[in-house]
């Protein structure tokens, strides 16, 4: 199944009798284009009989494609619960020829079909998952749940794609959520306990979760991290920096859009020293963002987001956003940072990217230096009968060479070898993709039976590819080539053997999302509201094809506007 539709302009509504030259003005051209989208079903798991999963998240870790998965439930054939597990992870089994098919780890024959003798086969927590899950529990989390029968239970939910620290392993902030089944409140479902700080690694045995200890901000606070982490240069604000440090830069959503914060990776662990970003003020300070901010000119990202992630798109050289919001309307969004919308005035991030060179993989302080682009439909994905799909993310892994950033390769690694395998080449041969990052896979949770703890879901997959950005209008590649070439030869910055020391060995204290999938999805989002004359805003406040003032200067618009409409009342 594919769709097509072309590139086109985000244009202001206007009237038809205004002059062109004048149309024109208010035009905003998008780099982003959907050459086709190709439905390519559901993820399978032939060693487990039968399986209801949902959230679907991955990284490349040592060679693996990790996936990792919120509620897990087994059943047989005809549809009776085998096992239930609170999260799980599995590598595709061969990511270069069927993307689809997974291994699951923990499997065991658990019974035998009274009708066929057939044995069933289930994912178990405590067969080679982990304690609780394959994210492990805390012993007072599992007697707890223990206890309570299902009736109620602690949930830890992985909610977001990992975040690597180098090839060979990655971190991930897990929400743990407390769960009731029956609340006499239904708002009261899922209540945020907070966030937790997960180590991630792969091997021949089977992927390995690591928990930094419990958790120590509540989930009355942000759930920084739970929508997307991105590794970075440290601050060229920091004069002060000792390399090989690395910045981490932590979205996390609220119910009116995603607030941002910053942390030294070596920090990562003490909430304390985190810093985050002040919207009016155009800087970071340690006053935290209050979790029911509703001011947009207090947060980062004015919107509504119930899933989704950050990443480097070698295709479009700059940073990418694709989500879902709240609309229930199962359809994917997409927001591009405007390396020609400056924030501010800084002579290192001017109009073009950082010293007007573009920006490298590692460049996130960009995220507070430019503008996101206004939000387009990227692909409305097919409902399943239960209803409306959730848990929309990207995995950037696939057809792209350049999924790891160039420092995180050991040191002196050549050049030449600073790029990942190419991933997924039976769908799309590597000769005929038209470059890294031109096709990117997509899934989502669709619900193939509706109803409250008794639904079945499945993670459906697509593969989307983008059209070509015509010569001359896209952004600068000489960053990020730069990056590539002297990286692994020049000994380039790379992360600090403390920082993957205190990832395994200390706590984090950070906040969490309030319910599964993110926040619970709601049958109307918030309205954007534009930019308020003389405070900046991180973002167009316009949706697709209602376009934004750009490439002119406003006050010449306006004497234009003036102008044409001085003229007609003349004549009339």
Same mark, same amino acid.
């Given at each position: ?71 897990? !439930? ?33 499997? !065991? ?6 009708? =066929? ?279 950037? !892994? ?31 041969? !590597? ?68 920082? =993957? ?72």
């Amino acid at each position: 199944m594919a769709s097509t539709h072309v590139r086109g302009w985000q244009a202001s509504p206007v009237i038809p009798s205004i002059c062109f030259a004048l149309f024109a003005f208010t035009l905003a051209w998008s780099p982003i284009a959907i050459k086709n989208v190709t439905l390519l079903g559901p993820q399978l798991s032939p060693a487990v009989t039968d399986v209801s999963r949902d959230g679907g998240y991955s990284a490349l870790i040592n060679g693996q494609v990790v996936w990792l998965y919120d509620d897990t !439930e087994c059943m047989d054939r005809a549809g009776k619960q085998l096992s239930f597990v609170s999260n799980t992870a599995a590598y595709v089994q061969n990511p270069h020829k069927n993307i689809s098919i997974l291994r699951d780890f923990g499997v !065991e024959s658990v019974s035998t079909d009274e009708k =066929t003798g057939a044995k069933n086969y289930a994912i178990l927590a405590d067969k080679a998952v982990g304690t609780g899950g394959w994210i492990p529990f805390q012993q007072d989390e599992l007697d707890f749940n223990k206890q309570a029968r299902g009736v109620q239970r602690v949930a830890i939910w992985p909610g977001t794609s990992p975040t690597s620290l180098s090839t060979t392993q990655a971190f991930l902030f897990a929400p743990l959520v407390y769960v009731d089944s029956r609340p006499q409140d239904p708002s009261k479902e899922y209540n945020a306990r907070g966030m937790t700080l997960i180590s991630i690694t792969a091997d021949r045995s089977g992927p390995h979760a690591r928990r930094q200890g419990d958790i120590t901000i509540p989930g009355t606070e942000v759930a920084f991290g739970g929508f997307s982490s991105i590794l970075s240069f440290t601050s060229t604000a920091n004069v002060t920096s000792v390399l090989p440090n690395r910045d981490v830069y932590m979205l996390g959503m609220t119910l009116a859009g995603l607030q941002l914060a910053r942390a030294a990776i070596n920090e990562i662990t003490q909430f304390s020293k985190y810093q985050f970003w002040d919207p009016q003020f155009l800087k970071f300070s340690s006053t935290r963002p209050r979790l029911n901010e509703k001011d947009i000119r207090k947060i980062y990202l004015p919107g509504t987001f119930s899933s989704g992630s950050v990443f480097y798109s070698p295709f479009f050289n700059t940073f990418v956003m694709i989500y879902f919001n709240k609309m229930v309307d199962s359809t994917f969004r997409i927001r591009y940072l405007d390396l020609n919308r400056t924030v501010g005035t800084d002579h290192i991030w001017p109009k073009g990217g950082k010293n007007g060179k573009g920006i490298a993989p590692e460049d996130a302080e960009a995220l507070v230096k430019y503008a996101w682009s206004s939000e387009q439909e990227l692909y409305k994905s097919p409902p399943g009968k239960g209803g409306f799909n959730y848990a929309g993310v990207a995995h950037p !892994e696939f057809w792209n060479r350049r999924y790891f950033a160039p420092s995180l390769y050991p040191d002196n690694t050549s050049p030449k070898s600073l790029f990942n395998d190419w991933l997924g080449g039976t769908l799309v041969e !590597e000769k005929d993709s038209g470059g890294d990052g031109k096709h990117l896979l997509l899934s989502w949770t669709s619900q193939v039976r509706g109803g409250l703890n008794t639904g079945i879901y499945q993670v459906q997959l697509a593969k989307v590819e983008f059209e070509d950005v015509p010569v001359g209008r896209g952004f600068s590649t000489e960053a990020m080539e730069n990056d590539y070439a002297s990286s692994g030869a020049q000994g380039m910055p790379t992360l600090a053997p403390t920082s =993957t020391v205190a990832l395994s060995t200390l706590a984090t204290r950070v906040a969490s999302s309030s319910s599964k999938g993110g926040q619970k999805p709601e049958s109307t989002a918030l309205t954007d509201i534009g930019t308020i004359d003389g405070l900046p805003s991180m973002y167009n406040p316009l949706p697709r094809w209602e376009g934004k003032w750009r490439y002119l200067n406003r006050t010449l618009s306006i004497v234009l506007l003036t102008s044409f409409v001085a003229a007609v009342v003349a004549v009339v």
